[in-house]
């Protein structure tokens, strides 16, 4: 069973920069594995931000691209969401997830979610 628990959201201005972690239980879970964040607004559905692999390949959304960067330590165990250039349109509950997988393609599902973590963005 993997525990992920999501970090460092809040409120900022447009244009404001913040950055979301995610910590993962287990040994070396960031590492051989594929992660991604989602973000899911009221009365919207949820939607990928962001995956990463266990070789670091990287998937962005169109809406993110150049604004968002995903990394990982996995020393730490631990995945990480910078995201710059906040627009208001960016304001959702930020879900870190994981499946047990090395890489993301493919049909599996995300098997773990974290909490989440809110992200609020004004204009």
């Known amino acids: 069973q993997v525990q992920l628990v999501e970090s460092g959201g809040g409120s900022v201005q447009a244009g404001g920069s913040l950055r979301l972690s995610c910590a993962a239980s287990?040994?070396?879970?960031?590492?051989?594995?594929?992660m991604g964040w989602f973000r899911q607004a009221p009365g919207k559905e949820r939607e990928g931000v962001v995956t990463?692999?266990?070789?670091?390949?990287?998937n962005y959304a169109v809406s993110v691209r150049g604004r968002f960067s995903v990394s990982k330590d996995n020393a730490k165990n631990t995945l990480y969401l910078q995201m710059n250039s906040l627009k208001p349109e960016d304001a959702a509950m930020y879900y870190c997830?994981?499946?047990?997988?090395?890489?993301?393609?493919?049909?599996?599902?995300?098997?773990?979610w974290g909490q989440g973590t809110q992200v609020t963005v004004s204009s």
């Open positions: 990463i692999d266990s070789s670091g390949n990287t």
């Open positions: 997830a994981l499946k047990e997988v090395l890489y993301c393609s493919g049909d599996s599902q995300f098997t773990y």
């Open positions: 287990g040994y070396n879970t960031v590492r051989y594995t594929c």
